[in-house]
């Protein structure tokens, strides 16, 4: 029985390659729902669901990195029976890293790519931002401001009553990062950026350098911290782009 950690929409038996993608703070698997229709047939993607959504709404919230990626790093074995690219989107970005690392550790070499995106390299987060012990009408704004949320939905009472404890675990697990699973992650990699992104700056996407041994390369693509949600076929078409060459690779 497939783990509850993971949504395939196609099941590819034949794929060449598996593309895992981690959501943003507060998001489900349902971030990259149709994805895999725009990429090649050789791809199959597996979208991360995280506890505490969807069809996981009843199971305990995470809210620290490192209870996150020991989780995942058990329930993800049976899927790295061929080789594999991970997708991290802000918050994603900073669990796929740590679990990379965690399967490097434990001695599998299978990661073929990484794509890094909407997310500052992992050294710069801050352990005094804490967001999460914001008010609710601060944390509201904050939303506003990433362009998370629009003010119709921040209006909307029941919503936000069901979303702010889990943008509030999210932020804790990003606030209070520690590094302990910190290190060089050997995979080749693309950061994807934003310049207009309020939560970060360019320089800080090209310092993901540093903490990258393989090849890295940058682009930057229009939006903001959410361009996922606002430029989504740009993204797909360079995401498209980068695995249709790895797929290449193991013709």
Known sequence: MQSNWFVINTKREYAKIRLFCFPYAGGSAQVFHGWERHLPEDIEVVCIQYPGR????????????????????????????KPFAFLGYSMGALVSFELANALRERGNFHQIFHFLCAFKAAHLCKADLERYRLSDDDLKQELL??????????????????????????????????????????????????????????????QWESLISGQVRFREIKGSHFFINTHTHELLSIVGQEVRALASAYL
């Open 54 to 81: 969807a069809n996981r709404l009843h199971d305990p919230l995470i809210d620290d990195c490192a209870g996150m990626v020991e989780s995942l790093v058990n329930e993800i074995q049976p899927l790295l029976d």
């Open 145 to 206: 401001k990433l362009g998370g949320l629009n003010a119709q939905l921040l209006r909307d009472d029941d919503f936000m009553s069901f979303i702010l404890p889990i943008i509030r675990s999210d932020f804790h697990l990003v606030d209070k990062y520690d590094g302990k699973f910190a290190g060089k992650l050997r995979s080749n990699a693309l950061v994807i950026y934003s310049s207009d992104d309020h939560s970060m700056t360019p320089e800080d996407a090209l």
